[in-house]
């Protein structure tokens, strides 16, 4: 039976009133990312990094899915292939969709990373500049993938590209590395690949179909 990979980005949360990055007034408008979401900003500024995702945590889980998360929680539980959703989103808005295999290639707000042993929990509302780890009492970061590291998971989403028989982009621009790579992985495999965004993206030749519009309202149309 088919494969189907999806990709999804700050745009599929967008209706869900989360901010995107790189939209008007979007978070890296409001926010450098070097400050704030590099290994070297929390090094320097751990308040300031730790303040930012408090914040992000609270409205994150304030949020609630949209039709577009809601119909890909469908497609994943009544497809008889598989169906693997990796996002770029650090929100829990695909499981609260009803998607109970999400790869979150960039972390997620509700954990905690210790920098020290690597132990992971589910992180406190608001976690402090200087918040230690309960095994070791080494100090705790957003379990979130800053620049410059390493994504999460990148063997499962790898082999997953390799079987794709249909890739999906929803609500990404194209900008970010390695991510914005995997159109190519999946065309190589000769997997078709649709792109579903508001806009054209970075990477929209590399996709064999286009469906322009907000996700609400694409995303049941290209489920259904
Ligand atoms: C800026 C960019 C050039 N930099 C990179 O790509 C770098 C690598 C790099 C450095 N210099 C380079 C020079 C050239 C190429 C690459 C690089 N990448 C890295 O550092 C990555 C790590 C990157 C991860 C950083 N962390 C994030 N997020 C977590 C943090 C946090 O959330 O705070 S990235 C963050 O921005 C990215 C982009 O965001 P999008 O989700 O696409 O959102 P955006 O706002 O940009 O776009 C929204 C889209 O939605 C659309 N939209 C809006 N509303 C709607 C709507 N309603 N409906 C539908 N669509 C909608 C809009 O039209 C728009 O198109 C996402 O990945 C998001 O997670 N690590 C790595 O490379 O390690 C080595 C490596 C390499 C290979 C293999 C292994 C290891
Ligand atoms: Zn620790």
């Known amino acids: 039976m088919k494969t189907i ?3 999804t980005g700050a745009g599929i949360s ?9 939209d008007a007034g979007g978070i890296w408008t409001r926010y450098p990312l070097e400050d704030v979401a590099t290994p070297e900003g929390f090094a320097r500024d751990p308040d300031l990094v730790q303040g930012f995702y408090n914040a992000r945590r609270a409205k994150a889980a304030a949020a609630r899915p ?6 890909l929680g469908l497609l994943q539980r009544d497809w008889p292939g598989d169906v693997v959703i990796v996002t770029q989103n650090v929100d829990g808005l695909h499981e609260a969709g009803g998607a109970d295999r999400v790869i979150h290639m960039h972390g997620e707000l509700s954990r905690a ?3 020290a042993c690597g132990h992971r929990w589910d992180a406190p509302e608001n976690m402090a500049a200087d ?12 379990d979130i993938v800053w620049f410059g590291e390493m994504p999460y998971h990148m063997d499962r989403i790898e082999k997953a590209l390799m079987r794709a028989d249909l890739f ?21 495999v000769g997997a078709h690949t649709v792109e579903i965004n508001l806009e054209p993206s970075e990477v929209t030749s590399e996709f064999a179909e286009s469906r322009l519009g907000p996700a609400s309202e694409t995303v049941p149309v290209w489920v259904a």
Request: contains cysteine.
């Open 131 to 142: 918040e230690p780890c309960p095994q070791c009492r080494g100090s705790a970061r957003p």
């Open 113 to 115: 990373l210790c920098s």
């Open 66 to 71: 949209n039709p577009a998360h809601v119909a």
């Open 5 to 7: 990979v999806i990709l």
């Open 168 to 188: 999906a982009a929803i609500g990404t621009s194209g900008q970010v590395w390695p991510a914005a790579g995997f159109v190519q992985n999946a065309r190589a």
């Open 14 to 22: 967008a209706e869900s009133g989360l901010d995107t990055f790189r």
